[in-house]
């Protein structure tokens, strides 16, 4: 075989490239490391926060709101366009689904300053506990999908396929309450 035979059967779907467990092994390092960064700085935001810096409700906190929601329903538009393109626009897809991980950890970390730190409303404590539910189910699923390409053998594959399958399952209910939790919080902020 050629050599760029070779390579065009290692880039197949589902086939592993020579690297692909250190490649699972780096998103499962980084996403533990993200999750405890973002707990270190909620324990120490909560220590020392003063509203004297900003609050939720006004100027730059009612912005960092508008902006991590804004990015939030933009996560959700990789659903729609991973649908509705057809598998040749492979590239197109990678390319929504990098902005929609993007969009997906940079908004709920903006989310989370917006909080300044505390729980306070009903509303908008269902709305921050959805946001960590879903940002934690989404790098979960990274981390499956990461394993999925990388399967070495048959078995391998079709359980990762099944555990896919599953994490859909939860992850999808889970956007579906963070959507609806996050619009009432909007509409009660508004109107009281």
């Not at 939720?56 to 649908?83: C, H, N, Q, S």
């Amino acid at each position: 075989m050629t050599r760029a035979l070779i390579e065009n059967i290692k880039t197949e779907k589902h086939i592993p490239k020579q690297h692909s467990l250190s490649r699972t092994t780096k998103n499962l390092f980084s996403s533990l490391v993200l999750v405890l960064t973002l707990i270190v700085i909620w324990v120490i935001g909560e220590k020392i926060w003063d509203e004297r810096y900003y609050v939720a409700e006004d100027g730059i906190g009612y912005w960092m709101g508008i902006i991590g929601g804004t990015l939030m329903v933009f996560a959700l538009f990789y659903a729609y366009v991973k649908r509705k393109l057809s598998s040749n626009n492979a590239r197109f897809i990678k390319y929504w689904f990098n902005l929609h991980i993007f969009a997906g950890i940079v908004g709920p970390v903006i989310i989370l300053f917006h909080t300044t730190f505390q729980l306070g409303s009903v509303n908008g404590t269902v709305a921050f506990f959805s946001t960590v539910a879903v940002f934690l189910s989404g790098l979960t699923g990274r981390y499956i999908l990461t394993g999925l390409h990388s399967a070495t053998n048959p078995n391998q594959l079709a359980s990762l396929k099944r555990l896919m399958s599953v994490w859909r399952h939860i992850h999808v209910p889970l956007l579906y309450i963070l959507v609806l939790s996050g619009v009432i919080h909007v509409i009660a902020v508004h109107l009281y």
